[in-house]
């Protein structure tokens, strides 16, 4: 009984998924709430669409996301980027959307915007992005998913790129994830297994500025929404389990056109000063709840101190062993927790390399933002 209630009856929904849709166009809009979870709903289009400013804008209710107050509860959605729908397939798409408010400004949660204006102020610094995004799959019971009910699995060793039954959990979600990626046109560059069992991690990138934001939010919507079918619900919570179990994060590389030329180790040593003087601003940005994973342990560095060094999984910035040896390339910043948001992360990476810019401030944050509600952390009641 209870797993009908949780998961799709998809054999039954498969001959309604093969109706002719009349030349009509499925789009979902996808945006991000208060609580750094998404959110979407469908809209009807008479067309195919071809380019991102035929899409009509929309809006929602804010006050239902907290994202407005219930006397002025519009909030409006302009989409940015769409892809190809992997669920419903044919001409329908995903769409992406920042939110605004009534008088013309961004919403207080739209933290996309600012970023943008940063991006395209250094656009021919040519910012290149990729980010690891590791996450962790529970039953409905909230409890990590293939572990013992009344305990605890085996300790971290064999579940790291694990091949085999009781390596590793839910191999089909993963598989699914990566192929509707790929349909959508997400560069999805890989995935694996992670240290602790139902932990995985996947790749996006290398994306130019901006896009790198808008795939990986993208494909964590498509990561919810294909768990949703098996009945899993999906956690970015940084340190999901406490005690000696790996935390969660989302490893940023980085890289300019500087860095990548001849000789790009001297910009990449500059960027590890100027990233040494701002350690509070960006860990203030880079998700909720990271000194519980931050500790110095289990591949971490300290919450409150910068270091950075060749091949050391254990620094707040690795440089990787082959970039030292070339003498170009890019850096690893491994502090972002896994429910970081991407264009702050992004985002404050540029300003703090490249400098601030008027109208723009990636270090700002929401005082009133509520925690992560969406982010699941299990409480420990189990022998």
Request: proline share 5%; with cysteine; hydrophobic share 35%.
């Amino acid at each position: 009984m209870a797993d009908s209630v949780v998961t799709s009856n998809t054999a039954t929904l498969e001959k309604y998924m093969k109706l002719d849709q009349k030349g009509c166009v499925i789009a979902e809009y996808v945006w991000i709430d208060s609580a750094g979870g998404l959110r979407s709903k469908s809209k009807t289009l008479t067309k195919k669409v071809t380019d991102v400013s035929e899409l009509p804008e929309w809006n929602f209710d804010g006050s239902s996301t907290a994202q407005a107050p219930g006397d002025n509860s519009d909030v409006y959605l302009r989409p940015v980027a769409y892809y190809p729908d992997p669920i419903r397939l044919g001409d329908n798409i995903l769409v992406m959307c920042e939110t605004w408010m009534s008088d013309g400004k961004p919403n207080a949660y739209n933290f996309r915007h600012d970023a943008a204006v940063v991006m395209e102020a250094h656009k021919d610094e040519e910012y290149w992005f990729g980010l690891e995004q590791e996450y962790t799959l529970l039953g409905f019971d909230g409890w990590p998913y293939g572990w013992p009910k009344n305990g605890f699995p085996a300790p971290q060793g064999p579940y790291y790129c694990g091949v085999g039954t009781g390596k590793v959990m839910c191999r089909d979600i993963v598989e699914a994830h990566y192929k509707a990626c790929l349909y959508a046109g997400i560069q999805i560059s890989g995935t694996n297994a992670e240290v602790m069992p139902a932990q995985w991690e996947y790749q996006v990138g290398p994306c130019l500025g901006i896009n790198l934001g808008d795939q990986l939010w993208m494909s964590r919507f498509l990561l919810h929404r294909i768990s949703e079918e098996f009945g899993v619900k999906v956690t970015f919570s940084p340190k999901p389990i406490p005690g000696d179990w790996n935390g969660a994060g989302l490893h940023t590389n980085v890289s300019t056109k500087t860095m990548r030329e001849e000789g790009g180790i001297k910009a990449i040593e500059a960027a590890m000063e100027k990233l040494s003087t701002r350690q509070a601003e960006h860990m203030e940005v880079y998700g909720s709840d990271n000194h519980l994973r931050m500790t110095g342990k289990h591949e971490t560095a300290s919450y409150e101190k910068f270091t950075w060094g060749v091949a050391n999984r254990g620094a707040s910035v690795r440089i990787n062993r082959a970039v030292a040896e070339e003498g170009k390339g890019y850096f690893e910043d491994r502090r972002p927790a896994s429910n970081a948001d991407p264009y702050q992360v992004t985002g404050i990476v540029v300003e703090t390399i490249s400098g601030k810019v008027e109208g723009a401030d990636m270090s700002k944050k929401v005082a009133e933002n509520p925690p992560h509600s969406t982010e699941t952390v299990v409480e420990i009641s189990k022998p």
